[in-house]
Structures are given as C-alpha cells and as structure tokens.
C-alpha cells in the first residue's frame, strides 16, 4: 500500500498563488507517472496535471495551463502543483495519484493510489 499525503491548500484571493505537495513517506518514485486532480462540490473529479517521474514529461487541463506548474523532486520524493494566478473556479478538493505504469493519463480510474485531498478556495 502506498501512503500519499497532500499539504498546502488554503484560502487565497483571486490572483494569487498556493503551492501543493505530495509526499509518500517510505516509498521511491522510479518511473510513475503521478497527477494531481480536483473536485468541486456536486462535480466530478477532474484532470489537473500530471507528470512521468523518471523523464519529468508533463500535461495540463486547457483550464490550467499557463497558470499551474507540475513537478517533482527526486531527492525528496515529492511532487508539487504550484499555482498562480488562481481564480474562483479553481476552487476545489485538489487530490495527488500515483499510477503504476509510466504513461502519463488524465483519467481517475486508471490511478491506483490517491492522498486524502486538501482544500483550495479562492475568493474573488
């Protein structure tokens, strides 16, 4: 079993920044691929970004892209999401996942691990 655990959130006003981590006590990333995701109250869990933690490729939703930054450290086994710019619509539960094959994909179900989430609200 794999432990993620997600810090970072908070409230933050339209137009300014937050920083997520992901951290998995006890475990090495090789080649995964890891994704952050987000779910509003009464949506769906949606697509945020994601990241091969061997080669470093990335992919973003349209709706972040330009605003958010996917990335990891190796050394410290952590991946972060920082996020500027931020907008009420991101408004959200932001989740990390962590898949067991390398392919980088935007879809919930073909992740195997998730942290417990940490709230974002942005107030305009």
């Known amino acids: 079993q794999v432990q993620l655990i997600e810090s970072g959130g908070g409230l933050v006003q339209a137009g300014g920044s937050l920083r997520l981590s992901c951290a998995a006590p006890?475990?090495?990333?090789?080649?995964?691929?890891m994704g952050w995701f987000r779910q509003a109250p009464g949506k769906e869990r949606d697509f945020v970004a994601a990241?091969?933690?061997?080669?470093?490729?990335?992919l973003y939703a349209d709706s972040v892209k330009g605003r958010f930054t996917i990335s990891r450290d190796n050394a410290k086994n952590t991946m972060y999401l920082q996020m500027n710019n931020l907008k009420p619509e991101d408004t959200a539960v932001y989740y990390c996942?962590?898949?067991?094959?390398?392919?980088?994909?935007?879809?919930?179900?073909?992740?195997?691990?998730w942290g417990q989430g940490t709230q974002v609200t942005v107030s305009s």
């Open positions: 996942a962590l898949a067991r094959w390398s392919n980088i994909v935007t879809t919930a179900t073909q992740y195997d691990y």
């Open positions: 006890g475990r090495t990333f090789s080649s995964n691929a």
């Open positions: 990241i091969n933690w061997s080669v470093g490729t990335t």
